[in-house]
């Protein structure tokens, strides 16, 4: 079995940073990339950001682009989200994902498997 656990969630002023890591353990598995999703109250889990896990190349969210850094540390079997210039309307779960497949990578439905999720909140 695969688990992927997140941490570093928490509560922010607007304005703030956080960084979120997300750490991947159990079975080997081939994954083609690493996800950040985010889920608000009442609405759909949405994409944030994704990084190829053996090239590094990544794709942001156009609402989160120039504010949030993901990154990889394959090493440590770990992906990181950095967030800054934080907004309120940036509130929710935030779970991490892995992808064995490279289909459509910004939709939940192409990713394996998933974290149990870190909330963020940023205060106005």
């Known amino acids: 079995q695969v688990q992927l656990v997140e941490s570093g969630g928490g509560l922010v002023q607007a304005g703030g940073s956080l960084r979120l890591s997300c750490a991947a353990s159990?079975?080997?598995?081939?994954?083609?990339?690493m996800g950040w999703f985010r889920q608000a109250p009442g609405k759909e889990r949405e994409f944030v950001a994704l990084?190829?896990?053996?090239?590094?190349?990544?794709y942001y969210a156009a609402s989160v682009k120039g504010r949030f850094t993901i990154s990889r540390a394959i090493s440590k079997n770990t992906v990181n989200l950095q967030m800054s210039s934080l907004k309120p309307e940036d509130t929710a779960v935030y779970y991490c994902?892995?992808?064995?497949?490279?289909?459509?990578?910004?939709?939940?439905?192409?990713?394996?498997?998933w974290g149990q999720g870190t909330q963020v909140t940023v205060s106005s």
């Open positions: 990084i190829n896990w053996s090239a590094g190349s990544t």
């Open positions: 994902a892995a992808a064995t497949g490279s289909i459509n990578l910004v939709r939940p439905d192409a990713y394996d498997y």
């Open positions: 159990g079975r080997t598995f081939t994954r083609y990339a």
